[in-house]
Each structure stands twice: as C-alpha cells, then as structure tokens.
C-alpha cells in the first residue's frame, strides 16, 4: 500500500450529472497529479495541483476542475458527465524536489457514466 | 507532445527472461519510468533512468538510451505474479521543477501474461 487513499471506490452517474472524486495524499507529499484510465490504456494526465494550485495540466476540458486542500487532500470535479468519461481516476502524490520523484499512486475510482 | 510506444501484448513461461521494449519521442526529456499495473489495482513504481544505461533492481532491470529515445524492462526469473501491465512512463521538462510541476506521460501498457 502506497498511503494515498481515494473515495469512493466505484460511483454510477448518469449523462449530464456532476461528480467529485477525493483523494488523500501521502504523508509529506505535497504534489498531486489526477489521471484518468480507460480500459486497456494508459492513465491519462489531466492536471497537478502543488500548495494549492493547478500547475499543470494535460488536454482535458474545463469540465474537469480541481482543489487542493492545507492538507494537501484533493478533489476532482467533473461536471455535465459525458459517457466517454467512464473510466479509473487515479491520483498520484509525489514529493516535489526528491529523486527519482516517482508518484506513489491510490486504488483509484471506478467511475461509471449511463 | 509525446508519444511513447510498446507492445500491447508479450507471453512469457515461468523462469524465462522477458524483455519489454519502450520508444518515445518527446520535446524535453526529463526521466523514464516503469511501473507496474495488476488487474484491478493501481500502478506500482519499478524503476527509473535519467542518465543511459543500465539500473538493476533484484529481478528487474531497466535500460534507457536518450540519443535513440528508447528504454527496455528486463524480468528474470519470471514468476506467475509477474502476469501484468507494465507502463512505460516519460517525465517532460515542462516547466522544468518550478513549482514542483512534472508532467508525466504513460503509454498504454504491455500487458505480459506468464504461462506455466
């Protein structure tokens, strides 16, 4: 076990609901990342958030927003939920300045749009 | 952009040695990861290279190249638990460790099925 933790485990929406998936970071780790998994693919980077701020993000539309908490927690926010957002999400925490700087990543969320 | 290739698929017997191969083309290169994903579960770190050549870890070893942009996982001494996906991962630059900021770019996995 890595130490980060996410909720829920799996969720059922339907097309045009919002969704917020939570992540918990490891301790000491103040990087998160958000990845989104399709079956039989790679995760897909959507954005990171360092002391409480988006620094970085892949090619997902504003729908997808995100928090960082004091306590370095997260959230992702989907919002007008699309089928094709049915995938894993998966959070990564990463201490920013070690080597090799490898993400230590949680069981994910298994989200599931109708 | 990035773009990062493997095989979709290897088999390999229990006891052998398999190796898996990675290419990648990227506008700044900062690091290639290895994880491994079981079924289900979220990817675990293997290993990383930075600098060429070869970084042994028990069974496990990972060989980077950057003149030839491509890396190779090496499993020994395979065991049925070794049946997994394996994600070739490359680090870009970005904008470099400012903020903390690492954008990390996965493949789609080689999903390697050991056999008795």
């Known amino acids: 076990e890595t130490g980060v933790t996410q909720s829920p485990t799996h969720l059922i929406k339907t097309r045009g609901q919002q969704v917020t998936l939570r992540c918990s970071s490891q301790?000491?780790?103040?990087?998160v990342s958000w990845y989104q998994q399709a079956l039989g693919q790679g995760p897909q980077f959507i954005f990171q958030y360092y002391r409480e701020e988006e620094n970085g993000r892949g090619n997902f539309p504003p729908r997808f927003s995100g928090l960082q908490f004091p306590n370095y927690s997260s959230e992702l926010n989907v919002n007008a939920l699309e089928l094709d957002d049915s995938a894993l999400y998966l959070c990564?925490?990463?201490?920013?300045?070690?080597?090799?700087?490898?993400?230590?990543f949680g069981p994910g969320t298994r989200l599931t749009v109708l | 952009g990035q773009n990062i290739d493997q095989p979709t698929e290897m088999t390999a017997t229990e006891g052998a040695i398999v190796q898996i191969n990675c290419t990648y083309q990227?506008?700044?290169?900062?690091?290639l990861f290895w994880y491994q994903q079981h079924a289900g579960e979220a990817p675990t770190f293997l290993s990383y290279n930075v600098l060429d050549g070869l970084e042994e870890k028990g069974r496990f070893s990972s060989f980077l190249s950057r003149s030839k942009g491509y890396s190779y996982l090496l499993l020994k001494e395979l065991q049925m638990k070794d049946s997994a996906s394996y994600l070739c991962a490359v680090r870009d630059l970005g904008q470099g460790d400012s903020g903390g900021y690492q954008k990390v770019t996965f493949g789609t996995g080689t999903k390697l099925q050991v056999i008795p």
């Open positions: 301790s000491g780790h103040n990087t």
């Open positions: 990227t506008s700044g290169f900062n690091g």
């Open positions: 990564a925490s990463s201490r920013p300045f070690a080597q090799p700087r490898e993400q230590f």
